[in-house]
């Protein structure tokens, strides 16, 4: 079936290091949207992505949408102990009914 | 309300037992999604509402699971002879626009259901 794989698994960093997670898809998305859940905590939106080589910022967070619409990834620059916690990625196909598939997710820890 | 609720926030049950899981969403959204959280995996869509029509059921692992909105606003997940398998986080998630979600999904605390 549709899967969306999610790049890495864990992050580790210092505080203050930029952080990317990474999502691909075989089969060309409709959008895509990324959620943030803290430790012990629910999902999230933090942003949609619909047009091709999108690009999104949100303060120090920038988002991007793959030019074939097959790949998506999140940029925390200068990241803080706030930023810890689990994104997701989750994938649209086929147009307005198609429901989300969710990444695995990648979980950020921050060293301060 | 403020949210989405959902209750209850921990249900333990014995193999076997049928359990049900309510969500309230958010007043006025149209569509209600359910979904599956196991640790330290993302959430796996089950079924999805608009209003009280159940477009979408693919998602359900199996006939123990049924799920109803019969007035378009609360939906109860009901999990029959529940199985070890079975324990997870249950999500709800509600969203104001009529498809299956180019909006943004607001997500409810969740259900942590163990089988013992």
């Known amino acids: 079936g549709q899967q969306v794989m999610q790049i890495p698994q864990y992050q580790h960093v210092q505080e203050g290091e930029d952080f990317t997670t990474y999502c691909n898809s075989s089969?060309?998305?409709?959008?895509i949207q990324w959620y943030k859940q803290r430790p012990g905590g629910h999902p999230v939106f933090l942003i949609q992505l619909v047009k091709s080589g999108e690009v999104k910022k949100q303060k120090r967070l920038t988002f991007q949408f793959g030019e074939a619409k097959k790949n998506s990834s999140l940029h925390i620059t200068a990241t803080q102990t706030t930023d810890v916690g689990t994104y997701f990625c989750a994938g649209r196909y086929g147009g307005s009914q198609g429901n989300l598939i969710f990444g695995k997710g990648t979980k950020l820890s921050v060293k301060p | 309300g403020a949210g989405v609720s959902q209750s209850p926030r921990y249900k333990v049950a014995k193999r076997g037992q049928d359990v049900a899981l309510r969500c309230d969403p958010i007043s006025g959204h149209v569509s209600l999604f359910w979904y599956q959280q196991a640790l330290g995996q993302g959430p796996e869509f089950l079924t999805y509402?608009?209003?009280?029509?159940?477009?979408?059921k693919s998602g359900l692992p199996s006939d123990r699971f049924f799920a109803e909105r019969p007035e378009g606003s609360v939906s109860t997940l009901k999990i029959q002879r529940t199985q070890q398998e079975d324990s997870a986080v249950y999500l709800c998630?509600?969203?104001?626009?009529?498809?299956?979600?180019?909006?943004?999904?607001?997500f409810g605390p969740g259900t942590r259901l163990t089988v013992l």
């Open positions: 509402f608009q209003n009280e029509a159940q477009l979408d």
């Open positions: 089969t060309t998305l409709s959008n």
């Open positions: 998630a509600s969203s104001s626009t009529g498809t299956s979600g180019y909006n943004e999904q607001f």
